[in-house]
């Protein structure tokens, strides 16, 4: 749960999106954002191949491991935090991938209509 008592796109409690990979920009499983947060880590999503190289071909590696951050690298299936323009470049582009409805931020919904959202919805049991 949030603990700053934030909702998801839902209007319910934002919940946690992964601990394993731990996500979210303040580190802590949350899609949680603030002013710092300058690329709105918000969306919760589950990671596809198709994803994770289109994301690469833009410039953000997301699969490659950078030990000095502490970041294995994602892969398939892995749970994540992305930024809120990403995914709207992802959709944009035919590879969007699912999302987690209950684990994405609220502010998600100023920029992407719940409908496009929830077309990507998977219920998964977040950590």
């Known amino acids: 749960m949030s ?3 934030t909702k998801n796109i839902l209007g319910t409690e934002l919940e946690p999106c992964s601990k394993d990979p731990m996500t979210g920009f303040f580190r802590d499983g949350c899609c949680e ?7 709105r880590h918000i969306v919760c999503a589950v990671m596809t191949d198709k994803f994770l190289n289109f994301s690469k ?8 491991p950078l030990p000095e951050y502490q970041f294995a690298g994602l892969k ?5 935090c992305l930024c809120l ?3 709207r470049e992802a959709f944009q582009a035919g590879c969007a991938p699912q999302i987690i409805m209950e684990a994405t931020h609220e502010i998600a919904l100023e920029r992407i209509p719940f409908e496009t959202l929830e077309k990507f919805a998977i219920i998964i049991k977040t950590d």
């Open 33 to 39: 954002t603030g002013p710092q947060d300058r690329g």
């Open 85 to 87: 323009e990403r995914w």
């Open 76 to 80: 398939a299936g892995d749970q994540w």
């Open 3 to 5: 603990k700053y008592g």
């Open 57 to 64: 071909a833009q410039g953000n590696d997301l699969s490659t």
